[in-house]
């Protein structure tokens, strides 16, 4: 193809995604206050494209990072009316980490939903020196990407964090369930779900099980069973069950605009998106035990939450491993990314 002829193509698809998010814009899903408890309902999920099975997801995923890589989005391939966010923001495609990438670190957590065309990867990025936990979910139709979700959580943004980062691979993600073992699609979301429902207003009631093994990864740093971390709460050197029957979340005000739509049956894995709403009116409360916390909250503003979940068979949820970013308080979310 000459190169006259290529750079043509690629203004017009330009021109045709900026024509799509002028339009998908406009729509947004903004809960009402009164509306807080139906807000709790996972979003339903219509299936997308069962023609590409895993390796064919796998590839899409490649190629999309390797166009990320090189800086030229438009070496992945797209579909007609294909959308792009980053942190929950529709942008033109490109925009955003595609032009501040200096490389992708090698850590490569990924799943894959078949019965609805989605692969999503949980990675590292590196921008001039500054490495930050990144996810990216894919969902691909006939081949080509339509919608590409991604989070990236910057320390120059976000500042707050409990300690540096580190990216370890996690086997367990990886095991593959035999398939007389394998829950039903719709019992591993009810589990995801469940935690969800376990860590809103936390007060010590669990709506999920754990397994003893459980531990918890947030933005590249361990949050269960992790002595190092002492001196900023006992409860980051409890296991998760513990520190959901001590009710230490409570200042979870809300898990709204639930989307658990990613389901790799094949690995017992489940992706959750959603937002997290913290008040910031809670100033000290009461643990089960009796004792007080004070609330590490005091402000108002929501997070933009990816939790993804290794379940067994026996349905509980044995690993977690979660990113996610500061946005401001009952930030909607894009109704494109449903």
């Given at each position: 193809m000459q190169p006259e002829v290529a750079?043509?193509?690629?203004?017009?698809?330009h021109r045709?995604?900026?024509?799509?998010?002028a339009t998908a814009a406009t729509v947004l899903v903004i809960p009402h206050p009164a509306r807080a408890a139906d807000s709790a309902a996972p979003a339903s999920s219509v299936p997308l494209d069962r023609s590409c099975d895993r390796a064919c997801l796998y590839g899409v995923l490649d190629s999309y990072l390797s166009a990320l890589r090189h800086k030229d989005p438009w070496q992945a391939k797209w579909t007609a009316d294909a959308v792009a966010t980053e942190n929950n923001v529709l942008m033109p495609i490109g925009e955003g980490h595609w032009g501040t990438l200096t490389k992708l670190e090698a850590y490569d957590l990924r799943m894959a939903d078949p019965a609805t065309g989605q692969v999503v990867m949980f990675g590292a990025l590196n921008e001039s020196g500054a490495v930050s936990p990144f996810v990216v979910r894919l969902e691909v139709r006939?081949?080509?990407?339509?919608r590409a979700e991604t989070l990236v959580r910057r320390k120059a943004s976000d500042p707050r964090i409990m300690a540096e980062p580190t990216f370890e691979k996690k086997p367990v993600f990886d095991e593959v369930v035999p398939p007389e073992a394998r829950l039903p699609r719709a019992r591993l979301v009810s589990?995801?779900?469940?935690?969800?429902?376990t860590l809103q207003l936390n007060d010590g009631t669990l709506f999920t099980q754990f397994d003893e093994r459980c531990n918890r990864v947030e933005n590249g740093v361990q949050t269960t069973n992790n002595p190092a971390l002492k001196e900023l709460s006992p409860s980051l050197t409890m296991g998760c069950e513990?520190?959901?029957?001590?009710?230490?979340?409570?200042?979870?005000?809300?898990l709204r605009d639930r989307r658990i739509t990613v389901v790799d049956e094949e690995r017992g894995l489940v992706l959750g998106i959603a937002m997290m709403d913290h008040s910031g009116r809670l100033r000290s409360y009461k643990l089960t035990d009796g004792s007080t916390?004070?609330?590490?909250y005091l402000a108002p503003h929501s997070y933009y939450l990816f939790e993804l979940f290794k379940i067994?068979?026996?349905?509980?949820?044995?690993?977690?491993?979660a990113d996610f970013v500061t946005v401001p308080y009952y930030t909607a979310t894009v109704t494109e990314m449903r």
């Open positions: 750079s043509g193509l690629k203004r017009a698809a045709r995604v900026l024509v799509a998010l006939n081949g080509g990407i339509r589990i995801a779900d469940g935690y969800f429902d513990q520190q959901f029957r001590m009710g230490y979340f409570r200042y979870d005000d809300r916390e004070e609330s590490h067994t068979p026996q349905g509980r949820i044995r690993q977690i491993e």
